[in-house]
């Protein structure tokens, strides 16, 4: 198997990496630092969601480029995958920064469940990238690459 076969899992191997990192573990984490008020809390996670997407996006960008390199076509499930982050960054980040708006500005928005759409459209968009890493042709051993 040539290089660039392994470009595609690579790069989703490590998108999903990035995810569960940053998309779950570090943005529930920084809840537990107790010397933050909500409001700075609410900051950091702005920054930190802005970079992972900015991440998630370079990363979508490259497989795509992957594809087309090898004269591929994107399967069912790296578009999937990509139609999970344009929710995401199109539709649920900008609704979730007007929410940190108003608690950052002392006031209390009404009830909402975006948070829980977001965290599951991030463990679909996990489930994919992992299933979609394991389903391409497997690395060559050593052997073989020499």
């Not at 920084?30 to 370079?58: D, N, P, Y």
């Not at 960008?61 to 982050?85: C, E, S, T």
Request: net charge positive.
């Amino acid at each position: 198997m040539k290089r660039e076969k392994l470009t595609i899992p690579i790069l989703l191997s490590l998108w999903a990496g990035l995810a569960i990192g940053g998309n779950l573990i570090a943005a529930s984490a920084k809840f537990q630092v107790t010397a933050l008020s909500t409001a700075e809390h609410l900051m950091i996670g702005r920054a930190q969601f802005a970079w992972l997407g900015i991440a998630e996006m370079l990363l979508a960008a490259a497989l795509l480029g992957g594809f087309f390199r090898q004269k591929r076509r994107p399967d069912y499930l790296l578009l999937a995958i990509l139609a999970v982050l344009a929710l995401q960054q199109l539709g649920l980040h900008p609704l979730l920064q007007l929410r940190s708006d108003t608690l950052i500005a002392g006031q209390t928005p009404g009830p909402s469940n975006l948070h829980l759409l977001f965290i599951a459209a991030e463990i679909l968009k996990i489930c994919l990238l992992l299933w979609a890493a394991g389903s391409l042709p497997k690395a060559p051993a050593r052997a073989e690459i020499l």
